[in-house]
Structure formats: C-alpha cells, structure tokens
C-alpha cells in the first residue's frame, strides 16, 4: 500500500500571537471582512478530567476571529459557549 507522508500544517496564530482555536470551521465574508467561526476544543486534562474521555478533547463552544485579508486574524470572541457537559452512565 502507498503511504503519503505530508508533515501537518505550521499552526496558525491570531493577532495577539495565540494559536487559531477554530476546528471544523467556516468563512465567511460580509461587507468586506472575513469571519472565520469554528469549533474551540481544549485538551480535557487541563479541565480536570481524564485523557481519553472523548478522545483527549471537549469542545468549549464556537469562537469567531475577523480579517480584512485572510492573512492576520483577530480574535472577535466566543460567540457560543457550552456550559455543561453530561456524560452518560455508560461513558468513563
């Protein structure tokens, strides 16, 4: 079988120099800016619970960051947040 080895992408960073918390994200533009909405995702064991529930992963809720460009994003704010999350009986 073929393998294609591609490192990953250097991660991108916002204007204030933090990496670009938007996963399964979307563009769009409206009058003359960009708006770029995605999924914010923290590792779970800095929330406290343990690597492994969920994948290492939980999503906080959806951030927004803004363009003129597409080449320097400003982060614009959560504009979604989750404030709980229930695990099942059946979920570690």
């Given amino acids: ?11 991108l960073y916002d204007t204030d120099g933090n990496k670009i918390d938007a ?15 995605g999924e914010s995702r923290k590792g779970l064991s800095a929330m406290g619970y343990p690597v492994g529930v969920n994948e290492g992963w939980t999503n906080e809720g959806v951030n927004c960051y803004r363009s003129s460009d597409m080449l320097a994003w400003e982060f614009a704010g959560m504009v979604f947040r989750n404030t709980s999350v229930a695990l099942g009986a059946d979920q570690p």
């Fill in 23 to 37: 996963h399964g994200g979307q563009i769009i533009r409206h009058k003359g800016a960009f708006y770029w909405y």
């Fill in 1 to 11: 079988p073929r393998r294609w080895l591609r490192p990953p992408p250097p991660p």
